[in-house]
């Protein structure tokens, strides 16, 4: 069953953009670091998953299912 986190959308620049902050337990159970790639799905609600890891990535970890993600419903 999916579960769903809150999280705060913290302002990144002057032009009113905004990033997501994911905690630290979490990019290391995933494998996630800066620079990665992840997916958004947009359909009603926004999706965020993580892409899927490659053959060059030594370190593939993978968690409880295959697709991990987060859902934040649009208001």
């Given at each position: 069953?999916?579960?769903i986190?809150?999280?705060?959308?913290?302002?990144?620049g002057?032009?009113?953009?905004?990033?997501?902050?994911?905690?630290?337990?979490?990019?290391?159970?995933?494998?996630?670091?800066?620079?990665?790639?992840?997916?958004?799905?947009?359909?009603?609600?926004?999706?965020?998953?993580?892409k899927?890891?490659?053959?060059?990535?030594?370190?593939?970890?993978?968690?409880?299912?295959?697709?991990?993600?987060?859902?934040?419903?649009?208001?």
């Amino acid at each position: 069953m999916p579960q769903i986190y809150e999280r705060s959308l913290i302002r990144s620049g002057d032009e009113g953009s905004c990033v997501i902050s994911l905690p630290l337990a979490w990019l290391r159970y995933y494998g996630l670091g800066p620079g990665d790639k992840v997916d958004m799905i947009v359909n009603g609600d926004i999706i965020i998953r993580r892409k899927a890891k490659t053959e060059n990535n030594v370190s593939e970890q993978k968690g409880p299912n295959e697709e991990s993600s987060i859902n934040k419903s649009q208001g």
